[in-house]
């Protein structure tokens, strides 16, 4: 079955930086479409980036161009997001997905907390 | 700017509830690709609706999606206690690609 799992939260201090992983297993992550999205505490959810299935085409929520890098290694069945330049307000819990057509992100991680804090 | 839902809607079981979700031209009334999300507490969320009213294979036929103009609407009808969660829409917008609702919680009482 289709399984992503996310990995490198933490707690970094205002102005650093962090390496996000998601490792993907039960389908051809080759083929898929991929997309990070986080949910602040207690709020709700915010597309922050995708990118295409051959790593050609990416694209970014003006909140985080920049500042944040999507990347790919399809060898490895991996998904990684690089923060740059963390605010306060970065504070969240990121999860990679997969994205099938417009808007259907069939598939999402259990998530990885990033706080920013000094 | 994320659509609007409302804060919180509440039915008993058996009852339907009605979420809206109001983008504008450029997301949910240009696109035909609203889909839906159900998170409970502690927990990833998860599709229950995409292209505006199509269900995800296992999702219960009491969730239907439908859409007017730059208006999309998520009904749950004869609620059960497990549907007592947070929803969220999205909706595609072209260049600047996927927009989420501020979400609505679902209390069955």
């Known amino acids: 079955q289709v399984q992503l799992v996310e990995s490198g939260g933490g707690l970094v201090e205002p102005g650093g930086s962090l390496r996000l992983s998601c490792t993907a297993s039960?389908?051809?992550?080759?083929?898929?479409?991929m997309t990070w999205i986080r949910q602040t505490p207690g709020k709700g959810l915010e597309w922050l980036a995708y990118?295409?299935?051959?790593?050609?085409?990416?694209i970014y929520a003006d909140s985080v161009k920049d500042r944040f890098t999507i990347f790919r290694d399809n060898a490895k069945n991996s998904l990684y997001l690089q923060m740059d330049s963390l605010r306060a307000g970065d504070t969240a819990i990121y999860y990679c997905?997969?994205?099938?057509?417009?808007?259907?992100?069939?598939?999402w991680g259990q998530g990885t907390l990033v706080t920013v804090s000094s | 700017s994320a659509l609007t839902q409302p804060r919180s809607v509440s039915a008993s079981p058996g009852q339907s509830v009605t979420i809206s979700c109001a983008g504008t031209?450029?997301?949910?009334?240009?696109?035909?690709?609203v889909s839906w999300f159900q998170q409970h507490p502690g927990k990833a969320p998860k599709v229950i609706i995409y292209d505006v009213n199509k269900r995800p294979s296992g999702v219960p036929d009491r969730f239907s999606g439908s859409k007017s103009g730059n208006t999309a609407s998520l009904t749950i009808s004869g609620l059960q206690a497990e549907d007592e969660a947070d929803y969220y829409c999205c909706s595609y917008a072209g260049a600047h690609p996927y927009v989420f609702g501020s979400g609505t919680k679902v209390t069955v009482v």
């Open positions: 039960g389908f051809t992550f080759s083929d898929a479409y």
């Open positions: 990118i295409s299935a051959t790593s050609d085409y990416t």
């Open positions: 997905a997969r994205i099938r057509g417009y808007a259907n992100f069939d598939s």
């Open positions: 031209s450029t997301n949910v009334g240009a696109y035909n690709y």
